[in-house]
Nanobody, 122 residues
Framework: VQLQASGGGLVQAGGSLRLACAGS????????MGWFRQAPGKEREIVAA???????YYEESLKGRFTISRDNAKDTVYLRMNNLKPEDTAVYYC?????????????????WGQGTLVTVSS
């Protein structure tokens, strides 16, 4: 399984970005896809995750600003981020795991993309 993340960049506070993560080499109907982020000096944390049929999980503090979605025909998961804040600055990673349960611990996700940097200026 390979994951390729894209869409990061520099944005002003209040702006929006959409990240994409394209998967290949696997049967993604059996995979939960997730987004994690790691800010400078902090541990990697889950942002959101989505099952094949669309059920979602969000880190509580990000609900309402971030939206995860997936296009199963393209094996691609998206993360729409609105009203971005400087504290959202981080490297964002997509990840995947087989199974039907949401896990927030990064160790439960064996497949990772390369990360894409999101920088939010004040």
């Amino acid at each position: 399984v390979q994951l390729q993340a894209s869409g990061g960049g520099l944005v002003q506070a209040g702006g929006s970005l959409r990240l994409a993560c394209a998967g290949s080499g696997g049967t993604f109907s059996s995979h939960i896809m997730g987004w994690f982020r790691q800010a400078p000096g902090k541990e990697r944390e889950i942002v959101a995750a989505i099952k094949w049929r669309g059920a979602t999980y969000y880190e509580e503090s990000l609900k309402g600003r971030f939206t995860i979605s997936r296009d199963n025909a393209k094996d691609t998961v998206y993360l729409r981020m609105n009203n971005l804040k400087p504290e959202d600055t981080a490297v964002y990673y997509c990840a995947a795991r087989e199974g039907s349960l949401f896990y927030t611990d990064q160790s439960e996700y064996p497949y990772w993309g390369q990360g894409t940097l999101v920088t939010v200026s004040s």
